[in-house]
């Protein structure tokens, strides 16, 4: 069965390879296309995946899964729901493939010293321990890993290119870069190629420093390997993801800025183990601050920092630099993603029961014993002393990353990613758009060519607004929301502005379109919930009350041209029922205290940035 | 004497093999191989310090380097080329001497792929003839068989429009509207979509995926059970209340053998070769006398 199996790979990659030479055949879309996917994904060949989960997923099996294939997983099927439009798998490229080797008990690698120490033991057991070989740039003892992270990188490359269908399915080249200083902070990144060829992933035991990953790529890119960096958990960063110095401790300088916002012009804004949007403590005045929180490190029980590990705060933190070393280092859009490590990427809250892996709900829903486990506050290391405070509550079902393309093709999607022209959401297929210019009238939605002339006079999100015409008092937002069909309503759309003011940002939520007759409190300014339909007796909630579609041309009312702005857009749902709710209602156990039993699902938008003319 | 020519197999007889043996990773086991067996070749023979590189290896090398890098190498690159061979060689004899390749996982399980392969050559699955072809199409026809497809317009009545039950209601007075008007296109009776007003020849697939497909949306099923050349509806989709005018259906299409023949072909000689697979294996297997002390 190994031979049908290498046959069937090897036939594949010859017809990846073939399709790729013909993406130019398929039809594009000059005003664009929302195309959803997920750009974070673990299979067997990452060391966590295998050793925690015990996953034998094949990335070439994750890419089938993901376009709506039956896969097999565990004893049985599992298909996904809906297809997903594109996906990357990214496996930790450290020692990548080569713990798969403990599968058999005379490799090479179940020889070496760290083989026979591991044994047959698996689980958060020995997961500290291997941490270490991942995370603390600790090179394998007695063992040489370089011949199987190279087949494997060509295994990687090769389920890629074999699942690759033009107009159909997009699959990018991927790995993640695994750098967690003093074995605390998350400083992960995933890198990922616009061909489909690149050389060998770098790796954490090669540097730490997100600066000498950056240097790896940028040869790279001199080479003909274009390729970028998305970093992600900002939440579990202790406040070094967007930190005011670099990884040597100075101030960030010009040549740091510029070099950050070429290689990066994306992060990560939510996942798996926690949203990284903003944190109440932060936002104090904003009532949906408090969403899928995880603000803790990923490994220990101890606090992350909040500031300089939020996306909002980030964006603020680039005003402030830019100001001052004249390049805003933290100018990037935002994706979503799973980072589930079960091989099966899904996104909604019935195909996730805690942990870190998507599941079939039809096949592979835990039953009750396993249920309980899930859904009980308690850290998931074992012993006591030895606590690596990963919540199972705390965790969420997976994000996804909306991109807006001219067509589902690799060179399409990926120069959307470069571009900024993505969003992201909590699970759902939400699509909006979000355009910046000077000139849209207040009817401009109403006519049926409008995304035509909103890209004429404006930018997308992603984008700058253009040069203020000396007429021009405030900028003006076309702004427009549709539900996802297989969703629940929507609440409402907000603009989040951050701009500077006094050498420091603030930061201000807009209500700008909202369901129902809702008005704003003259007063307070707040407006009124929209609302509650989740029956928590059956986790289910109805669409009688939102909207299903969206849409206002908004113009700030607080503008001043003389500081600089970022705007994005927060899209929410009704309220419905969390992944948590759904578990213990189809198990019959009693919701699990501390946890929200509803959430409001959301989307977010790439900021728009408004930058002032210099006075010359 | 030792001889460091490369084993390479007969000429291709099957599309998959040949595209395996442009597979640079094969050319490092098959070589691999070959100087495997040469190793134990020279264990067996006093030439075990005697190495000669001939003509033919070094254009052997020269034809190599061309493949890879579309260009003949220069007489020095040759010279390196050639250089590194014999480095390789000798290192590998030293290895052998030392009992390396026992034990090794890696080696082990190139060794098993090198198998396989020879297999692969030995079970060359006849070309079926027109009747076994055509059997094969019969049999598996699931396979091949297209799902239904439709074209159809729509009108569409959003419940942000005064809310769910009086879009419906609206949707219904529209449908009167058209009946009796028998007009076949109307969006503008109803409220702006997001999406498209016409849709050609799509399937229940796609249609779940503009529409929606769970909760309250039967729209895509419906568009698949709707009557032809006439207003039906409204029918729910995730979005809202929609009316239908079904213009045109490809039913589910078996296409005839002529337009899947290769296809068809590739599935057959795929099955015919794991059939084959798994028969070589039980024949070998049958030679093993194989005692499980317990069960898995």
């Known amino acids: 069965m190994k031979k049908v199996g290498f046959l069937a790979g090897a036939a594949l990659a010859l017809t990846g390879a073939a399709q790729a030479a013909g993406a130019a055949g398929v039809p594009a879309n000059p005003l664009r296309d929302a195309y959803y996917g997920d750009l974070h994904l673990h299979t067997t060949y990452s060391f966590d995946a295998y050793l925690l989960l015990g996953t034998r997923v094949t990335p070439d099996q994750a890419y089938k899964f993901a376009r709506g294939e039956p896969v097999p997983f565990l004893d049985h099927q599992a298909r996904r729901k809906e297809p997903l439009d594109f996906l990357a798998v990214t496996d930790h490229s450290e020692n990548i493939g080569v713990f798969n080797e403990l599968d058999n008990p005379d490799s090479a690698f179940s020889k070496s010293e760290l083989g026979r120490k591991i044994g047959t033991n698996r689980g958060f057991s020995v997961f500290k321990d291997i941490a270490a070989y991942i995370i603390g740039g600790k090179p394998l003892a007695g063992f040489d890993p370089k011949p199987i992270t190279s087949s494997t990188w060509q295994k990687e490359i090769d389920a890629a290119n074999g699942n690759y269908e033009p107009g159909k399915f997009t699959t990018l080249i991927a790995y993640e870069w695994t750098a967690m200083p003093q074995g605390l902070y998350n400083l992960h990144r995933n890198v990922f190629y616009r061909g489909d060829t690149a050389p060998a992933p770098y790796t954490s035991l090669d540097s730490n420093k997100p600066e000498d990953l950056w240097t790896y790529l940028e040869s790279n890119r001199k080479n003909g390997d ?42 990560e804004i939510g ?75 899904t996104s909604s809250e019935d195909a996730y029961a805690g942990g870190i892996g998507g599941i079939d709900p039809t096949t592979d829903y835990p039953n009750a014993e396993a249920a309980k486990k899930a859904l009980t506050r308690r850290p998931l290391g074992t012993p006591p002393d030895d606590k690596l405070g990963l919540e199972t509550l705390d965790f969420g079902s997976g994000n996804i990353t909306g991109v807006w393309a001219e067509s589902n093709t690799r060179s399409s999607i990926y120069d959307a990613l470069k571009r900024k022209e993505t969003f992201a959401t909590s699970g759902p297929r939400l699509k909006f758009r979000f355009f910046g210019g000077w000139d849209y009238s207040a009817a401009l939605l109403n006519s049926p060519d409008w ?152 989307g977010w938008s790439s900021p728009i940035w408004y930058t002032p003319a210099k006075k010359s | 004497m030792a001889t460091l ?17 442009r597979e640079p990773f094969l ?28 003509r033919a290896q070094l254009d052997e090398i020269a034809r190599n380097y061309a493949r890879q890098y579309g260009a ?52 060359v699955p006849r070309e079926p003839d027109a009747l076994q ?32 039950a ?19 296109r109307a969006p503008e009776l109803g409220d702006r979509f997001a999406d498209l007003y016409d849709y050609a020849q799509i399937g229940q697939a796609d249609a779940a995926r503009v529409f929606g497909q769970s909760g309250q949306s039967g729209l895509p099923q419906a568009l698949f059970e709707a009557p032809l050349h006439q207003w039906s509806g409204p029918y729910r989709s995730g979005y809202g209340w929609h009316l239908l005018y079904v213009t045109d259906e490809q039913a589910p299409r078996l296409p005839p053998l002529a337009e899947v023949r290769e296809r068809v072909h590739a599935d057959y000689l795929d099955d015919e070769r794991q059939q084959a697979d798994a028969a070589a294996y039980a024949r070998l297997l049958a030679k093993y006398e194989v005692k499980r002390e317990a069960q898995p």
């Open chain 2, 5 to 21: 020519t490369a084993a390479v197999p007969a000429p291709p007889r099957r599309l998959l093999l040949r595209r395996l043996l």
């Open chain 1, 271 to 345: 996942q798996n183990k926690g949203v990284s949007e903003t944190h109440p403590s932060l936002s104090p005045n904003d009532e949906f601050a408090n969403f899928e929180i995880f603000d803790r490190v990923l490994i220990g029980t101890q606090k992350s920092s909040v500031y300089g590990s939020y996306v909002r705060d980030a964006y603020g933190r680039g005003l402030i630099l830019q100001n001052t070393v004249g390049v805003n280092p933290y100018k990037f859009g935002v994706v979503g993603a799973t980072d589930f490590h079960s091989g099966l990427s």
């Open chain 2, 133 to 164: 072809l055509q059997r094969h199409y019969e049999q598996n026809a699931s396979r091949y068989t297209q799902p239904a497809r439709r074209s159809f317009t729509h009108v569409y009545f959003s419940p942000d429009e005064g809310g769910d």
């Open chain 1, 226 to 267: 274009e390729s970028l960096a998305i970093p992600h958990n900002a939440n579990a960063s202790g406040g070094l993801m967007y930190d005011w110095k670099d990884s040597y401790g100075k101030p960030i300088d010009q040549a740091y800025a510029e070099r950050r916002a070429l290689n990066e012009p994306l992060s």
């Open chain 1, 451 to 602: 995304v035509k002339a909103a890209y004429a006079a404006g930018v997308p999100m992603g984008g700058d607004l253009p040069a203020r015409p000396a007429a021009a008092k405030v900028p003006r937002f076309a702004i427009w929301a549709l539900k996802d069909p297989n969703s629940a309503n929507l609440d409402r759309v907000q603009v989040v502005k951050v701009w500077l003011a006094g050498g420091q940002y603030q930061e201000k939520v807009f209500d700008v379109a909202l369901s129902g007759n809702r008005k704003a409190d003259p007063k307070t300014g707040k407006v009124p919930a929209v609302g509650n339909t989740v029956d928590l007796g059956n986790a289910s909630y109805a669409n009688t009350i939102g909207a299903t579609e969206l849409r206002t041309v908004w113009r700030d009312p607080e503008f001043d041209p003389a500081r600089p702005a970022v705007y994005y857009l927060r899209v929410l749902e009704i309220p419905t029922p969390r992944w948590s709710t759904i578990l213990a209602v189809r198990n019959h156990l009693p919701l699990p205290a501390d946890t929200p039993a509803t959430i409001q699902e959301r």
């Open chain 2, 27 to 54: 050319h490092f086991v098959l070589l691999g191989a070959a100087l495997f067996l040469a190793g134990q070749h020279l264990q067996r023979h006093p030439e075990r310090y005697r190495i000669v590189l001939g």
């Open chain 2, 72 to 123: 003949e190498p220069s007489p020095a690159q040759l010279r390196s080329l050639a250089d590194h061979t014999l480095q390789e060689e000798i290192y590998f004899r030293e290895a052998l001497a030392l009992n390396l390749d026992r034990d090794d996982q890696i080696v082990r399980r190139r060794l098993v792929q090198k198998y396989e392969f020879l297999q692969q050559d030995l079970i």
């Open chain 2, 166 to 184: 009086r879009a419906q209601a609206r949707a219904l007075q529209a449908l009167a509207q058209l009946q009796a008007q028998g007009r076949t």
